[in-house]
């Protein structure tokens, strides 16, 4: 089992977080916040990754400080449970359709951090979540999973559908790209390193 453990803590975050890729979509999430609690459950659910996080953020000031570290946790974590990479598939790019939104994630595990977020919302606001944190999220993550991945919004009119479709699409995109195939020798790259 690709396993992690993750702590994290700082004046203005305490997190832990337990990983397992090779889980079935078991997620206990509960970071104060509760549209992103239903990302990431979603995002787990879809990616067939177990999780177990928690987060005491200083959400009094704002939901900045937990959303970005979240994504710096769930990032190392997978670093971390990905460990040397040899036999993964590497990439996969999904197109994920919810209801009249549909969205197109791809990654790659390439050691290379670079997120590409080509989605412009209409809302500020989902219910209390602030929008511009979706980007914030994926920026911590792909700089501490060490990814690349490019997120396109293809259609969609409902910020809430939006999200959701991204954060499904990320969590299928995970389970594609880190499949573990015998015909795969050693690491997918002809440099023999990722």
Do not use: W
Request: charged letters at 30%; a negative charge.
């Amino acid at each position: 089992m690709r396993k992690a453990e993750i702590k994290r803590k700082t004046k203005e975050t305490d997190i832990l977080l337990l990983l397992n890729l090779d889980g079935k979509g078991n997620a206990e999430i509960d970071t104060g916040i509760g549209f992103f609690n239903h990302m990431l459950d979603l995002m787990c659910k879809h990616g067939f990754l177990d999780i177990k996080l928690k987060c005491i953020g200083d959400i009094d000031v704002d939901n900045h400080h937990t959303v970005e570290d979240i994504g710096i946790v769930l990032g190392k974590g997978l670093k971390q449970a990905i460990k040397d990479k040899k036999g993964i598939t590497r990439y996969a790019t999904v197109f994920t359709p919810m209801d009249e939104a549909l969205s197109m994630v791809s990654v790659d595990f390439s050691g290379r951090s670079y997120l590409h977020f080509g989605v412009n919302f209409e809302r500020e606001y989902v219910g209390k979540f602030e929008t511009e944190l979706v980007e914030e999220f994926f920026r911590a993550f792909v700089n501490n999973a060490e990814i690349t991945l490019h997120i396109n919004l293809q259609y969609g009119k409902n910020t809430h559908h939006i999200v959701e479709s991204i954060f499904k699409g990320l969590g299928r995109a995970i389970d594609k790209a880190t499949m573990v195939l015998d015909r795969i020798d050693g690491v997918l790259s002809t440099k023999g390193y990722l």
